[in-house]
Each structure stands twice: as structure tokens, then as C-alpha cells.
């Protein structure tokens, strides 16, 4: 029977009840949690990478590893509004950093970094700037503090919020956070040095 | 949790104080809760000192510049069409099914998340269960996306059910699925800068060093770890006879306890409801630390017969990287997936620092000081050794003494953030407490700037620190060995200590059990782990003076013993 979403169940139980019919096949549970997490990824993660496009073939592939990964998913201990979100925000941190991490160690310089689409009112320069600092950070961070860094200094979310996207305790989160700033500061006295000299 | 109780002397604020509040004071009220008091004082301090406003100024402009991201070119334009068409298309093409992919691994064509091109490096290939070369694509790129999902395609591969089946009902059971064999790796070695290397890279070497035994973790049944056999006691699922020697926790539902028992090392893990002792180790071996990065990436270390043993999980098995140079080990501190730092002790050199960077191993022998125990990395420039007498810092890749004249022996170090650590220990003689055998235990505190004695004014006893732990930066606990109270005469006492309110205090209860060390999750929960005597113990004493080894040395006379801090107490675990 084609899978439908429950009427009056709660958010939790709802996403709950989707996994499990994803995880035996059901395509239109999987449609469901597909399009319950895509837009909140897809802006992570032109967040994290300064590129929509990428943004969107990034999303892609964490939810086509997500599929065949599900059933060995671990529903967490304490039922939350987004269950799956901490496990889809890893994977999607962890490709995305590898593909900073390949592109640095492919020695492209930069230059190469891409800000098609200046926004109105705010510099050219300091998108190109802000860009830098950010992949020099990421490049030197584990996963969980990239996506603290990500989430609380650029997309401006609270230690709570964080913590409940991630799965982490809020303490977790402000140390990640500091580790963050730490990682941040660091390249941008740099660079602020490379420009000077 | 509260972030900072630091209101009690917010008029006299000095710079580094100011400085550890300025995130929070950048971010307003709605980012961080800051008292008023808070807020005054680092305003009256910005007011007058140049330098914070210049740190203040750094600080507004890398958000400024954060925040100029949040808007970035696509991200603000309207919804784009769902993607689910798209994900279900290419699932369809690669036949639905990949049992290698894991969430917790990156693509497949980086098969290691920091990846060194060219270099040769070992990974498990799952099926067959043995070890082969991989090479990293050079064109390979995640945006590829055919050959990515070409490439871990399976044909039939509709048959995984009974394997779906079987990890889900793993997972019910809440045990750790670790299959196939154990295997050996060698990573290659490098060098630093200021860092005296020992040899060319170790060719590989593969096969078996022993097979794992199905799981069978039913408490009070007889089981095998390798070839050895251990008892594991049904009350608590741990080994019946045994020491722990460290904990670390990833999140409240997921730690990792190490030591030693009768077979070998000692794994026990936390999953939420109770601890259960994995049945995988290395016989005769012994762990000391144990470092939690992420759930899939947890790292133990110690010796086995004099050399080093390091075993890291990778979320699928625990394996024994086999590493290229000699020395027990006796702490570990990772600061990310990447990168961190092991501290040992070699019976020729004394005490080593190896540092594990991107799959490289370089050690260093440590000419400072006779006798290191204590180890915490936050970042590369934030990494501290503390010793006898002594404290040592990592700074731009150079070691250097930061101080010479503790006076006491440092057992215990945690870093909450670079400007807000604290190293714990014994102290010397002339500290000696008023009640108790021993000397009384040291205390310290780093600001950024300085180390400085706690005050322990209220602490009456006597007692030895061997870890330490912070729930936030206003409440932790020290813990430990102390002195026998009243008519007790066990041999192994508790000695706990926390800090709440800036100020630390003795906990009213103690335990008969020596502890090695302490893991918080949050302010409001934690473990603490060691070991008990067992009747007709005769265990000796590591207190009275400097002590050779940072924790208990392990023998047939103690049990593993484990306590739980829960609402506002410590209690004997008991699942």
C-alpha cells in the first residue's frame, strides 16, 4: 500500500513513520523526507560553499547516501521535531568539507574562488573576503565544529538551535563555536597581514 | 546551561577577561544570555583600553563579513523545484542498494576525510574483509556524479534485506555490530618542524592478528577476547575484575569507558541505557585514554608489553593502527578527525609527544621534564603538557616550558577554551592538608595569561587529582584517590571535588573506589569511572608523594568501577 501521510500524528511521529516506510522501499516516504529537509540544506550549504548549484548536486548526493544508509539509522533517544536532521547535516558537512579539503589539496589557488552575484549593498570585496576566511577555517576544523561555524556565524542560529540541528549539547555547541572563532580570527590576522605586506 | 558566572568581580575586568566575554557581548542578548553587570563591565573596559577595542573591532568585522554570507547568491532566491525527483531518479539508477555507504564516511572516491594525494594509505574493503591500497582519483570530484554512484553499485544487490534485517535488529538490541577480522594498518610517518623524527615510513603489513569472536555479551557468561577469556559481571555488565581508566563521552547516549582486564584491553560503551563491555581487544594490552571525536571516530590508546597501542573506531570496527614508533602510551588528545596529540612515556628517553597529523605520526622527545602525565589540545597553538613541576605549551609548532615550578606533579589537564584551563594533580609536601595521609591535591587555573592556585580553603582532606571535567566553564569536577575518612580503611577511596560558583568544594560522599577519570556532557551529567578493591586486595597505594603513573596501575585485585552524576549527584552506576 502506497505510503500517505498520517493526518494527526506530531511532527515526530510523522517523520518517524516515513523512515520506516522509506527504509523498506516506500519511494513516497522518501519523497516526503526529501522535500521536509532539501531547502534547509540547500541553504546550508550555499552557506558553506558560496555556490548555489554545488549547493543543490551537494544535497543530491547526501540524500542518495542517506537512502542507502538509512537502515543502519539510530533514532535518536529523546524524541525531537527533525530526527534525521542531525545524521543529514553530517553527511552533508562531511562531502562538502571533503570537496574544500580536494580542492585545496588540487593546489587551486583563490583566485578561483567563485561570487557570481554580487548582493546589493555589501561589497563585492568582502563576499570575496568573507569566502576565503571561511574555507580557511572550514579546512582546519572536524566536521561538527565546520557545521557549528557555518550555522551559528553565518547563518546566525543560536547555540540552542544548533545544538537540536546537530544533536549536540548546547555546551558542545559554544565550545565548537570557540574553536570556531579561534579557527577565524587566525585567518583573517593572515590575511590581513598578506595584505598589508 | 549558563555560560558564564563570571559577574562576582565584573567591575575590575581585566583584557583576557574582557576578551573571553566579547563573542557573547558581539552577539547581544538574544545570542548569548550576558548578565547586565556583564555587559557594563566590558563597556566601561572597552571604553578605556585600546587594545580590546582594536580585538572588539576584529571581532565585529570577521561577523560583519559572516553574515555577508548569510545573503549569498542563490540563497536568498526564490524556492527552486524540489529535488526529490532528481535523488529518486538516481537512486533508481544505481539499483537502490550500497551496503558500503556509510553516513559517516566520505564519498567514495575520498575515502578518508583528510586525504593526502598520492599517498598510499589502507582502508577496509568491506566484502572480502581485507586491506587494500586505494589511491585518490586526481579528476575525481564530487560533482561527478555518475561515476560516484557507477562506481558503488552492486548488480542484485535487492538482496540486501536479511542484511537490513539484521542491522536493524542489531541496533534493537543496542549492540555494536563489529564483524569480520582484525587487521593491521600502518600510516606513514612525518616530520615537523623542531621535531626529531624516528624512521622512514613502515611498509604495510596485513593480515590477521587474531579473530573476533561473535558477539555474545549476555552479562555472566564467559567470553572470549581473542584467545583470552574475561567475566563479565551481570550487574553491571562490566568485567568482573578490571580497572577503567578513562571516559569520554560524544553525547549523552554515546561514550566510550577504556582500562584493562584479565584478557587484555577493556572497551566498555554507553548507549544510552547501560554499559556493556565490547568483546574485541588486544590481549595482554592495557588502555590508558580515550578520545571521542565524533561518533565514528573514537580513538584509545596505551601499551601492550612496553609498546604502543593506539585502536581507533571508525563507526564500523575498532582496529589496532599499528604506529611507527615505541613507547607505552598514556593520553590522548584529538582536536579534530585530523589532528592531535599523544603523550608517552619510553624506558630509554622518558617522556614523548607524538603528533598525529593528516595520517602522519612524528614524535618528540620531551628533554623538559623526567615525568609528563597530563595532556589537552584545543587547537595547534593550544596544546599543554603537564608534568612534575612542570607545564609545557605547544605554540607555532614549537614545544616550550611555561612554567617550571609547580610544586606538585601535574596528573590532569582540560582546556575549555584557550584563555580558560585547568590542570590538576598532587601537590607537595608542604601542602599537606590538616586530616588524612598524603598531600593534598593541586589545583590550578590558566586565564590565557597566567596559572594560578586555586583556592581550596574548603577542601580539608587530603587527596591526588587524575582527571578532570567541565560541564560549562562554571561548573566541573575533579576527581580522583583520597585519604580514607573515619573508620574506613579500604584501600581505595573517592576523592571528588567540584566547582560550582567559582569555588571548589569537597562532594559530602565517598566512594571505596579510586578514579581515573571524569567525563561531563553537560553541567547537569557526567561519569566517572576507576576501580574498586576486590575482598583481599592488596593493591598499593599510589598516593604519598609523586606517583610514577598518571592512573592506578591495573591488577587482579580491583573491579571496574563506574559513577553516574544525575541530578545533582554521584551514584554507583547500576543499570
Redesign the interface.
Known amino acids: 500500500m502506497p505510503w500517505k501521510r498520517p493526518p494527526e500524528e506530531d511532527e515526530y511521529s510523522r517523520e518517524m513513520d516515513a523512515i520506516h516506510h522509506a ?1 523498506h ?1 516506500d ?1 513516497a516516504a ?2 516526503m523526507l ?2 521536509l529537509y ?2 534547509r540544506l ?2 546550508y550549504l ?2 558553506m560553499l ?12 547526501t ?7 538509512l ?4 533514532p535518536p ?1 529523546t524524541p525531537t521535531a527533525s530526527p534525521l536532521a542531525p ?1 543529514l547535516y ?2 552533508a558537512t ?2 562538502a ?3 574544500i ?2 580542492h585545496h ?2 593546489a587551486m589557488s583563490w583566485d578561483a574562488v567563485r ?5 546589493p549593498g ?1 561589497g563585492l570585496e ?2 570575496v ?3 576565503i ?2 574555507r580557511q577555517a572550514l579546512e ?6 565546520a557545521a557549528c561555524l557555518v550555522l551559528h ?4 542560529e ?2 540552542g538551535e544548533i545544538a537540536t540541528r546537530l ?6 555547541v ?2 565548537r ?3 570556531g ?5 587566525a585567518a ?2 593572515a590575511l590581513d597581514t598578506e595584505v598589508r605586506s | 546551561m549558563s555560560d558564564r558566572d563570571e559577574t562576582h568581580h565584573m567591575s575590575e575586568l581585566d583584557h583576557q577577561q574582557v576578551r573571553d566575554l566579547l563573542t557573547d557581548y558581539t552577539y547581544g542578548d538574544a545570542r548569548a544570555p550576558m548578565e547586565a553587570a556583564a555587559r557594563v563591565a566590558v563597556e566601561s573596559h572597552l571604553a578605556s583600553c585600546a587594545a580590546c577595542q582594536r580585538e572588539y573591532a576584529t571581532i565585529l568585522r570577521i561577523r560583519a563579513l559572516m553574515r555577508s554570507l548569510a545573503e549569498s547568491p542563490g540563497a536568498a532566491d526564490e524556492p527552486t523545484p524540489s529535488l526529490a525527483d532528481a535523488v529518486l531518479a538516481r537512486l533508481h539508477e544505481s539499483n537502490f542498494v550500497d551496503e558500503d555507504t556509510s553516513p559517516f564516511l566520505s564519498t567514495p572516491d575520498v575515502p578518508v576525510a583528510a586525504w593526502i594525494p598520492g599517498e598510499r594509505r589502507h582502508v577496509m574493503d568491506r566484502p572480502s574483509g581485507a586491506w587494500s591500497p586505494v589511491r585518490t582519483d586526481p579528476g575525481g570530484h564530487v560533482r561527478n556524479r555518475s561515476t560516484t554512484v557507477e562506481k558503488t553499485a552492486r548488480p542484485n544487490a535487492r538482496r540486501t534485506y536479511p542484511t537490513v534485517a539484521a542491522a536493524l535488529l542489531v541496533v534493537l538490541i543496542g549492540v555494536l555490530v563489529v564483524t569480520g577480522l582484525w587487521h593491521v594498518t600502518t600510516a606513514g610517518l612525518g616530520s615537523g618542524p623542531g621535531i626529531s623524527s624516528t624512521s622512514t615510513p613502515s611498509p604495510s603489513q596485513t593480515g590477521p592478528i587474531g579473530t573476533l569472536p561473535a558477539i555474545n555479551n549476555v552479562p555472566g557468561t564467559v567470553q572470549t577476547v581473542g584467545q583470552l577469556v574475561v567475566t563479565v559481571n551481570p550487574a553491571t555488565g562490566l568485567p568482573t575484575q578490571g580497572t577503567l581508566s578513562a571516559v569520554a563521552m560524544v553525547t549523552a547516549n554515546d561514550g566510550y569507558a577504556v582500562g584493562t582486564d584479565t584478557a587484555g584491553t577493556l572497551i566498555a560503551h554507553y548507549d544510552g541505557t547501560r554499559w556493556m563491555t565490547l568483546h574485541i581487544g588486544v590481549p595482554n594490552g592495557s588502555l590508558s585514554s580515550v578520545a571521542a571525536v565524533a561518533a565514528n571516530d573514537i580513538w584509545a590508546v596505551g601499551s601492550v608489553q612496553q609498546d604502543a597501542l593506539v585502536m581507533h573506531y571508525d563507526g564500523k570496527a575498532w582496529q589496532r593502527i599499528v604506529v611507527p614508533f615505541q613507547s607505552a602510551l598514556q593520553n590522548i588528545s584529538m582536536i579534530s578527525a585530523n589532528e592531535g596529540w599523544m603523550l608517552g612515556q619510553t624506558e630509554a628517553h622518558g617522556p614523548i609527544v607524538v603528533h598525529y597529523l593528516n595520517g602522519n605520526w612524528s614524535t618528540l622527545n620531551l628533554t623538559a621534564t623526567s615525568d609528563a602525565h597530563a595532556l589537552a589540545a584545543l587547537t595547534p597553538n593550544d596544546v599543554w603538557i603537564g608534568g612534575y613541576g612542570t607545564l609545557l605549551r605547544r605554540q607555532n609548532g614549537q614545544w616550550s616550558v611555561i612554567r617550571n615550578d609547580i610544586n606538585g606533579n601535574v596528573l590532569a589537564l582540560t582546556m575549555l577554551s584557550p584563555t580558560d584551563a585547568w590542570a590538576g594533580g598532587l601537590a607537595n609536601g608542604a601542602q599537606k592538608r590538616a586530616s588524612g595521609f598524603g598531600n593534598g591535591p593541586l589545583l590550578m587555573h590558566y586565564d590565557g595569561t597566567n596559572w594560578t592556585a586555586a583556592n581550596l580553603s574548603s577542601v580539608k582532606t587530603n587527596g591526588v587529582i587524575y582527571g578532570l571535567s567541565f560541564g560549562s566553564s562554571s561548573a566541573g569536577w575533579a576527581v580522583g584517590l583520597g585519604a580514607p575518612t573515619g573508620a574506613s580503611q579500604a584501600i581505595s577511596n573517592s576523592f571528588i571535588l567540584g566547582y560550582a560558583n567559582g569555588q571548589w568544594s569537597p562532594y559530602a560522599t565517598q566512594f571505596p573506589a579510586v578514579l581515573a577519570g571524569v567525563a561531563m556532557v553537560s553541567a547537569s551529567e557526567g561519569w566517572a569511572v576507576g576501580s574498586g578493591d576486590l575482598p583481599g586486595s592488596t593493591t598499593t597505594l599510589p598516593i604519598g608523594g609523586p606517583v610514577a603513573t598518571a592512573t592506578p596501575s591495573a591488577t587482579g585485585g580491583s573491579t571496574p568501577y563506574v559513577l553516574h552524576y544525575q541530578n545533582n549527584q554521584w551514584n554507583v552506576y547500576a543499570p
Open positions: 527504509i522501499g519511494q522518501f519523497r526529501v522535500q532539501e531547502q540547500i541553504a550555499t552557506q558560496g555556490d548555489h548549484e554545488l549547493a543543490r548536486d551537494l544535497t543530491q548526493e540524500f542518495v547516501a542517506a537512502y542507502r544508509a537502515p543502519r539509522w539510530q533517544e545524521w553530517r553527511i562531511n562531502r568539507l571533503s570537496l579539503r580536494q589539496t588540487e561570487v557570481p552575484f554580487p548582493t555589501i568582502d563576499q573576503v568573507a569566502r576566511l571561511l582546519s576544523l572536524s566536521d561538527d565544529d556565524f553565518v547563518a546566525g543560536r547555540y544533536g549536540l549539547t548546547g555546551e558542545a559554544r565550545k563555536v570557540a574553536r572563532l579561534v579557527a577565524l580570527r583573517y590576522l
